[in-house]
């Protein structure tokens, strides 16, 4: 290890043709599987080549890289399993179909005309809340008012849009 640590492609070699077949041993008894076995094997070994000059001789080598081995199983047992190509389906395409976005154009413009249509102080909240992201205390700062007035302009403004509003609301939300 202390010779594959400064790189020594030779060495690693012969560590990988001695616990190679060990290793994918008992990757194969742990998996079940030899196909994820051998890329267990693979990444343990790749493992071994990046951590040499980390490692310390505390155990037997052999013990150290049987545990490598041991983790790499645990772990790929723990996460969800792969579904072969043929279960995958096409990505869902996320922009909306055309009725849908014509849907929503015709319900911002019937919301926007129900909006310029409330009174002025009203429409100011909204405009400040909801457009702007404002707090209500924020608004009520901007209209020059209390809190429970800004409340108040919003509730009516709503409970108008909603009179106004509410067979197309109703439809949308099905």
């Known amino acids: 290890m202390l010779r ?44 071994l080549w990046i951590n040499a000059p980390r490692w310390r001789p505390v155990a037997s080598f052999r013990t150290w890289f049987y545990r490598v081995v041991i983790n790499l199983c645990l772990n790929r047992k723990r996460r969800a399993p792969f579904l072969p190509l ?25 919301l926007a005309e129900a909006i310029a249509e409330l009174p002025e102080r009203q429409r100011a909240a909204i405009a400040l809340t909801y457009h702007e992201g404002l707090s209500n205390a924020e608004t009520a700062a901007a209209l020059g008012t209390s809190v429970s007035a ?22 949308g939300s099905k």
């Open 86 to 110: 043929e279960d995958a389906s096409d990505p869902a395409d996320p922009t909306p179909d055309a009725a849908a976005s014509m849907e929503r154009r015709e319900t911002d413009r019937a």
């Open 150 to 171: 800004v409340e108040t302009l919003l509730v009516r403004a709503k409970r108008t849009l909603r009179q106004r509003l509410g067979p197309m609301l109703e439809v």
């Open 4 to 47: 594959i640590a400064t790189g020594d492609e030779p060495a690693f070699q012969v560590l990988t043709r001695r616990y190679a077949p060990l290793a994918l041993r008992l990757a194969r008894r742990v998996m079940g599987s030899t196909a994820d076995a051998e890329e267990i094997v693979q990444e343990a070994l790749l493992r």
